[in-house]
């Protein structure tokens, strides 16, 4: 049985804003299954739902095997929950934040201890973990919020856009820790609407927009169906080797443009040693090659007709804002 | 439940231990107000007189209390003086179970912030998503509420007395001012977590609570005897419930000092009056916590 069975979920708010249009999918035990969409989706609508916290208005949904809306307890036991605007306690220190938590899940007081220093160390806070939250960066907050999603060692941890707004580096130490965690055994079901923190994080890949699945599957069948790969060869005779290529059984496409071949393939890595062979064998130089992979933006575009990366800004200022909010606090 | 409760209530303390201007604060006004007003009052009473707020405390026949403003006597300061020293009680004695009391509001009522602080940074969503049992939240909290009220009640009671003022009862009639301020505290409390429930943003609760506690404040009875009071006055009095909790906590530290005319007062024989504050103040504190719980039960599933 999945971990994850949710079937023609609809969320309408106060009787007029349809959230989700009716969604259904299964999230296998020990994936990382990521839901990807703009701004307005449906992502934090979809989670609150699996994590009890919403009713839907209709359609059904299990965790773990139990329903979340006959059954919220059952769930609440077994899940993690990193919610999309972090709410850690600014007024206590990283320790005490965990501590609460912990008590909060029954945990007995030596696996509690033990455990928050496990945690601490998988997202590499044991230095700060006496210093309050409020001197934590957004970066660190997020790695202290993920921690405490973790510490009851749940089956598996919903994560709201847990790298919004964050610089690179600190997304790839989030990505790290996450896949750390993943192979220890937790189901990790993520959204964002970065493309390439689903590609290179994911498993499944759910792309949602305006409250509608529009696309799933593995991240590289996904971008496959876009058209596969792309190949830019420079030769010294490129008619030569482009009539050669078009009869290729594993090129789609081969076009000459200003002298430089465009090849689309389906898997480029695979093909390049091959074209270099054909060359070789014609007697045709090649002088340069470049590969350009589809990305799951042109899949986006292709099922939705708009691109992903209009969202963008909107939401890193709307993070800015936030935290000049949470400054202000108390 | 009790113990999900009070992981939430220790959250709150840490957050106020941490909030070391709000400490200090919360002790240095109440103290401000009896130097300033307490003292004050009593020089000008014993030395200067003709101040017509001044009152004194004299137990009569039918109310226990009855209090004279002595202007309306048409006392000279001499024989204010006189009869202040008879009865042993200044203007202090009277004043501080006020300040007590005001002190015990102001602790309790913007407890509810916490409430609208944990809605709009999620860590509410985060308590809903946790395994403890939903109302354990609101427990928690106003057990804060009310472990706070009691213990800056306690310190300005502690204080009171090093400064001077007299508590003639005893431990047991302290014991019961203690009761009293927790009554009140929890009362103030709930009232607090029903506006932090209802309401989205923390300016609606400073506006509303700041608009209320001054009418509570000065209709308490707290700077002056609610018999002295205009009538119209009085009624707004009578249903306050701080008046109740300063009336109580007056009968509880002052309860004996009748024996001092001679007349066999004592706790026991303020028992009555202090039956009908208890009444009075467990009947605010119940309706607020019902009205709570039914708002808490409606705002999470
Ligand atoms: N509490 C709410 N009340 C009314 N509308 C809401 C509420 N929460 C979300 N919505 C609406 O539902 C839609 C989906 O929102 P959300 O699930 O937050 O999207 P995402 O997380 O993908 O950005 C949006 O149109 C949003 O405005
Ligand atoms: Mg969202």
């Not at chain 1, 307005?40 to 994590?51: E, N, P, R, S, Y």
Request: glycine letters at 8%; one cysteine or more; aromatic letters at 10%.
């Amino acid at each position: 049985m999945s971990i994850i069975e949710v079937r023609d979920l609809k969320k309408v708010y106060n009787g007029n804003v349809v959230a989700l249009k009716g969604i259904s999918f299964d999230v296998e035990r020990g994936e990382i299954f990521g839901f990807l969409g703009p701004n307005g989706a449906g992502k934090t609508t979809t989670v609150h739902i699996l994590c009890t916290l919403i009713t839907p208005t209709s359609g059904s949904a299990t965790v773990c095997g139990f329903d979340v809306v006959k059954e919220p307890d059952e769930v609440r036991k077994r899940i993690g929950f990193v919610p999309q605007d972090i709410s850690v306690d600014d007024d206590l220190t990283a320790r005490e934040n965990l501590e609460l938590h912990a008590k909060l899940y029954h945990m007995p007081k030596d696996l509690r201890k033990r455990r928050i220093e496990e945690v601490l160390e998988l997202v590499g806070l044991q230095e700060r973990a006496d210093n309050l939250v409020k001197t934590f960066s957004g970066g660190m907050r997020r790695r202290l919020e993920i921690a405490e999603g973790l510490l009851h060692n749940p089956e598996i941890l919903f994560l709201d856009e847990p790298t919004i707004g964050l610089d690179p580096a600190s997304r790839i130490v989030i990505w790290d820790q996450l896949k750390e965690m993943n192979k220890e055994g937790v189901t990790i079901f993520i959204t964002t609407h970065y493309m390439d923190e689903a590609d290179r994080l994911c498993d499944q890949v759910a792309i949602i927009d305006l409250g509608e699945i529009r696309a799933m599957g593995k991240p590289g069948e996904l971008k496959e169906e876009v058209g596969g790969d792309v190949l830019f060869l420079v030769t010294n005779d490129s008619n030569k080797l482009l009539e050669k290529l078009l009869s290729l059984p594993f090129i789609k496409d081969a076009v000459s443009q200003d002298g430089t071949l465009r090849v689309t393939v389906k898997s480029g890595e695979k093909v390049i040693p091959l074209i270099f062979e054909e060359a070789r064998n014609l007697g045709v130089n090649i002088e340069a090659v470049s590969l350009s992979k589809p990305t799951l933006d042109d899949v986006f575009v292709k099922y939705t007709g708009r691109s992903l990366r209009d969202e963008k800004i909107d939401k890193v200022e709307r993070f800015k804002q936030y935290m000049l909010m949470k400054r202000r606090r108390r | 439940m009790i113990k999900e409760a009070y992981y939430i209530c220790e959250r709150e303390l840490r957050h106020f231990i941490r909030m070391k201007i709000q400490i200090i604060s919360s002790i240095v006004t109440p103290i401000v107000w009896l130097v300033f007003f307490g003292y004050s009052m009593n020089i000008m009473s014993s030395g200067l007189g003709g101040i017509n707020t001044l009152s004194v405390l004299i137990g009569g026949e039918r109310s226990f209390f009855l209090y004279f403003l002595i202007s309306s006597l048409k006392l000279t300061p001499l024989q204010s003086l006189v009869i202040q020293n008879y009865l042993g009680i200044s203007y202090l004695d009277f004043f501080y179970s006020g300040v007590i009391g005001v002190t015990v509001m102001f602790a309790c009522v913007f407890s509810g912030l916490s409430i609208i602080w944990d809605k709009r940074f999620g860590f509410f969503n985060k308590l809903l998503v946790s395994p403890i049992p939903r109302f354990s939240i609101m427990l928690g909290k106003t057990m804060y509420a009310m472990i706070r009220g009691i213990i800056q009640g306690a310190i300005i009671l502690g204080l009171s007395f090093l400064i001077g003022a007299r508590i003639r009862t005893g431990i047991v009639g302290v014991a019961l001012a203690l009761i009293f301020m927790l009554l009140l505290s929890l009362g103030f409390g709930a009232f607090s977590m029903s506006l932090g429930i209802k309401l989205a943003d923390q300016e609606a609760l400073f506006g509303i609570v700041n608009m209320i506690t001054l009418p509570l404040f000065i209709s308490s009875g707290a700077f002056m005897p609610v018999e002295s009071m205009p009538s119209w006055l009085q009624v707004i009095a009578y249903g306050n419930p701080l008046t109740y909790l300063v009336d109580a906590l007056r009968l509880c530290l002052l309860g004996g000092s009748y024996s001092a005319l001679g007349l066999p007062f004592s706790l026991m024989d303020v028992a009555p009056r202090l039956i009908r504050d208890l009444v009075a103040l467990s009947a605010f504190t119940g309706t607020f916590l019902i009205i709570g719980t039914i708002l808490f039960r409606g705002s999470v599933k």
